[in-house]
């Protein structure tokens, strides 16, 4: 006698907010740093993906994970404190589109909020929207302190950058990703 198969019947599918964010936590998961576990994904307003970017060294650099952090654990032959290695997600995004005039009037969804430089990057760029996961903290040389860059948050108003921090719902195409 054959058995019954029990075919799952899909009701619901992820929201453009739910399924960039997810595509930007899933690329954060590249990143080489060990502190700031961020990624990018930036979209047109047709909802194409433009570009993708995490944080990592420069290209033939070495990164965190291998050789520890410049800035808290210092360089690896001399121990002095230097200046982070790493590229943020979002510059790296921003080059990876190749051509910029694509990021004209684009929305960035991001597992952490830009810091300064990047904001003012996302602003050259003529980014219109930012949706953000959670917010960014820069680590302070020695790694004693964190701190906001309030800056950011600043030049984002003042140029009108949408900015949203993205509340999953607990929907059904959620409970398929952890359940």
Known sequence: MLKKIEKKIKKSRPSWDETFMSLALLVAQRTACKFHVA??????SNKRIVSLGYNGPTEGDVHCLTEGC???DGNSKTK??????????????????QDTRRLRG?????A?????????AFNNAGIKEIV???EYKRIQAGGKKMETEKEAWDLAKKRN????????????????LYI
Request: glycine letters at 4%.
């Open 39 to 44: 990624g990018v994904v930036i979209v047109d």
């Open 70 to 72: 410049a800035k808290i």
């Open 80 to 97: 002095k404190l230097e200046r982070c290695r790493g590229a943020h997600a979002e510059i790296n995004a921003i080059i990876n589109a």
């Open 106 to 110: 684009a929305t960035i969804y991001t």
């Open 112 to 120: 952490l909020f830009p810091c300064y430089d990047c904001m003012k």
């Open 132 to 134: 953000y996961f959670e």
């Open 161 to 176: 950058i949408k900015v949203r921090q993205h509340s999953p719902k607990i929907s059904e195409y959620v409970k398929t």
